[in-house]
Nanobody, 120 residues
Framework: EVQLVESGGGLVQAGGSLRLSCATSGFTFDDYAIGWWREAPGKEREGVSC????????YYEDSVKGRFTKSTNSAKNAIYLQMNSLKPEDTAVYFC?????????????WGQGTQVTVSS
């Protein structure tokens, strides 16, 4: 059974930082693109960051470039999202995802999500 379990969300003031973690199991970690999506209130889900298994390249959504950094620990089958200089518009539920064939725009697996709230 595939599982992706996020942790680390919470309430933070604008300008602050949070680090999200995602523990994964049930699939071959190195065979999947893995990353983060988010869903803000009243908006569609959007991809935040994704690292491709084929070449290790990482995609970041334009609004988070320079502020968010994604990392992985293959030994632990875990991924992380360091979020700095947070803005109120970053408020969303953040989902850990895994996508076969590096198809980051159409993930196969989703975590349950973790809430991030940034106050102004």
């Amino acid at each position: 059974e595939v599982q992706l379990v996020e942790s680390g969300g919470g309430l933070v003031q604008a300008g602050g930082s949070l680090r999200l973690s995602c523990a994964t199991s049930g699939f071959t970690f190195d065979d999947y693109a893995i990353g983060w999506w988010r869903e803000a209130p009243g908006k569609e889900r959007e991809g935040v960051s994704c690292i491709r298994s084929s070449d290790g390249s990482t995609y970041y959504e334009d609004s988070v470039k320079g502020r968010f950094t994604k990392s992985t620990n293959s030994a632990k089958n875990a991924i992380y999202l360091q979020m700095n200089s947070l803005k109120p518009e970053d408020t969303a539920v953040y989902f850990c995802i895994a996508a076969y064939s590096d198809n980051c725009i159409d993930p196969n697996y989703w975590g349950q999500g973790t809430q991030v709230t940034v106050s102004s």
